[in-house]
């Protein structure tokens, strides 16, 4: 081994044991619990609101006592063929006291979106708002109830309802994985590689940056650290992955076999599993891994390039914002790339490089495809070297300077002083 791989590999486990042996490093392992935490608090929250919505809403039809059971009979029927039933049914019976309907719509207490009265060959309905779909059901539920009538009683029937087997995956559900890829790899490397900004600032302010300088090649020191934060975001992946396995482990002993043996679908729901993606769960997680190193190098290296030209954690801080919404932009250029999978969108997604890992990891769901992916790596690992080889290049300046940091306006002395001097010739008096 080379004094410099040694000493390469001597930064990242100081850098890699630096940030794990430490109690908080525990409260960073432990920080999807929190998200998933707050992200269950809130869908409940929304989901009590829209069902509170939902309940309080009504539409209202005032009808003669004779036409009451025609009515329900017409609401089940049609409720029955909708995806998404409209707001409850409110028969009322029609008499001088409750006869306007401008007066029921207008009563407190509840939301009420449309109200029907009158004869149901000419009834008036009353809408909050013009041409919606309220109005439109009481418009829909009269009809029936007429056609209903002048046909007469039908006989039943008995419909043979037959699912349609098949072993493949649709395409929504593909382009469901894409893009749950495209999103797990973007908040992991933006959740770890910013990581690395806040390590060397505090070693910039502590002098332990030059220290370290002083004793290797800086090349070394910059891909040590890059080493020891991709280590620790390895071992945050396993982690979760570990904790996965063991829940799903532990749910499996739970579920009764002698149930899932009466379904008779265990081995059917395991091959539709196995399935899912284009390329199969194997290839699909495995490529999906090899691009999160990819984007994580160069993230990574962005930022450690860029952050060692900060001199202070505010302007860490300011330089380091740009590169997270240019992130956030590829995120979206990749989602977008997920969703229309083999438009123009999604080819120059795949071949931009700081979106490629991720758009390529969508592509992965939906092409079974696998050659292609040896080429993207190749490509993606071309620019990872480029960026890395620039990025060493930025943090040999900024550390070289002492951490100054950049000043656009800044003069050279002989400027400074030619400038001082030509002050001071114009302020003598002539």
Do not use: C
Request: charged content about 15%; overall charge positive; glycine content about 10%.
């Amino acid at each position: 081994m080379t004094p410099f791989i040694r000493s390469m590999f001597v930064v990242a486990r100081r850098d890699f044991l630096a940030i794990v042996a430490t109690p908080t490093f525990l409260l960073f392992l432990l920080a999807p619990l929190f998200m998933v935490a707050m992200g269950l608090a809130g869908g409940m929250g929304a989901s009590q609101l829209a069902d509170s919505a939902r309940g309080a809403g009504r539409i209202v039809v005032v009808a003669h006592p004779a036409d009451i059971e025609a009515l329900r009979a017409s609401d089940q029927r049609l409720r029955a063929g909708m995806t998404r039933e409209p707001a409850p049914l409110d028969i009322r019976i029609a008499s001088p006291a409750i006869g306007d309907p401008v007066a029921i719509a207008r009563e407190k207490g509840s939301d009420t979106y449309a109200v029907m009265s009158g004869p149901l060959t000419a009834p008036r309905i009353v809408e909050r708002e013009k041409g919606s779909s309220a109005g439109r059901y009481l418009a829909l539920l009269a009809g029936d109830v007429q056609r209903a009538r002048a046909a007469g009683p039908m006989p039943s029937i008995t419909p043979d309802f037959e699912a349609l087997s098949s072993s493949g995956t649709s395409i929504a559900v593909q382009q469901s994985l894409g893009f749950g890829a495209v999103f797990i790899i973007f908040l992991l490397t933006l959740l770890l590689a910013g990581q690395t900004v806040s390590s060397l600032a505090e070693e910039k302010g502590n002098k332990v940056i030059e220290i370290l300088a002083a004793a290797v090649p800086l090349e070394s020191v910059f891909l040590g650290k890059l080493l020891g934060m991709l280590g620790v975001a390895v071992l945050f992946i396993a982690f979760w992955m570990i904790v996965a396995m063991g829940g799903g482990l532990i749910a499996a002993t739970q579920v009764d076999p002698a149930a899932i043996a009466a379904a008779g679908k265990a081995g059917k729901a395991t091959a539709a599993l196995a399935s899912m993606p284009a390329t199969g769960w194997p290839f699909f997680l495995g490529i999906g891994f090899a691009y999160f190193i990819l984007s994580f190098l160069l993230l990574g290296a962005v930022f450690l390039g860029v952050g060692a030209q900060a001199g202070s954690v505010r302007e860490i801080q300011m330089l380091s914002l740009p590169i997270t919404i240019f992130q956030v932009g590829m995120f979206s250029l990749s989602a977008a790339a997920a969703s229309a999978p083999g438009s123009g969108l999604a080819h120059f997604a795949q071949i931009f490089p700081f979106s490629s890992p991720l758009a390529m990891a969508a592509r992965a769901a939906t092409d079974d495809a696998k050659a292609v992916h040896l080429l993207a790596l190749g490509w993606q690992a071309i620019w990872v070297a480029l960026v890395i080889f620039l990025s060493v290049r930025l943090f040999r300046s900024g550390v070289l300077s002492g951490g100054s940091g950049w000043k656009f306006w800044r003069r050279t002395k002989g400027a400074a002083a030619a400038a001082a001097a030509a002050e001071a010739a114009s302020s003598q008096p002539r």
